[in-house]
């Protein structure tokens, strides 16, 4: 129920007001909350993917054979930095002129880019087309010719197939190229202030470097933040069946030594030296005590010696 001052209380008020000892404007602003501005697609509230790192060392990997493969020269692949960002902050981030690949991740939703620059595009192109590498380069910055459009559309299909690889530990999924682009206000992947996750990487073909960009929507990758987590975690502690038949196979068919002890004795060096053809030694077991076998120098087996199809043996009785 509300509560309802009585008379006397009230009259009190008054009277404490009309004395000046009770200042209304200040005893209603001590009862008034705080106001705290919360932009969400701000920058400073940075929305954190757990591991997704990963999947670009797992990219790395796969695509620093193929691009070598696939340009005849040595391709490094570095991780520079992950950032990140508003999607118009993005675009404004971009050199000009830039190579854009907008890609389709099935089943999510959205759609992601992969940018480029000039340097690295014209080196890919000067590779493919049996040059040096050298990203020579107008003095004036043009934009890429069609013929350069469609070699560069080859590696990032290369690229896409690669990514493909790399997520299929956490989730099967379909890269899908859409088109590609040069122009970044034609590029619209999410609304302008919507936060997207970059990944920039190093590309060095030889002596000469550039940079990839990916960029992929937070919605997109959301719904499996959770299988990011615990694919990635359990990836590294889970033990490949095929590793683990291989590595039996090996040991299986490793080589070792196995000795049989019938015995032995105690004599002098004179006496060895005097050893001739026809000498008995006599040993410190009976020919029916049982006899240790050795694997590698090391006790493992106790057994009985014997005779079997004409050839001496020994028959396995207990474990050490």
Known sequence: MEKILTKEEIDFLLTEIFAGRIEPAVELA???????VYDLFNNEHKVVVPNLDVIYDS?????RVNLSNRLRRIVEIKKIKAQPYKFDEFLKTLPSPVCMAIYKMDPLKGAALIAMDSDLV???VNCL?????SPTIPSENRLFTSIELRLME???KDVLADMEKAWAHVEPIKMNLLRMEMNPRLVTIVPSEYQIMTMSLEIQVEE???EMVFAIPYMTIDPIRDKLKTGTQFDVMAVDPQWANRLTSELLDAPLEL???LGGSCITLEDMVNLSIGDTIMLDKDSRSDIVVKVEGINKFMAVPGVRCGNKAVQIIDIV
Not at 30 to 36: S, T, Y
Not at 129 to 133: F, I, S
């Open 30 to 36: 001590k009862q008034e909350g705080q106001v705290c």
């Open 59 to 63: 990219f790395i990997r796969y695509s």
């Open 122 to 124: 014209f080196s890919f």
């Open 129 to 133: 087309l049996g040059g040096t590498g």
């Open 154 to 156: 080859k590696i990032v």
């Open 208 to 210: 000469f470097k550039g």
């Open 259 to 261: 000795t049989v002890e």
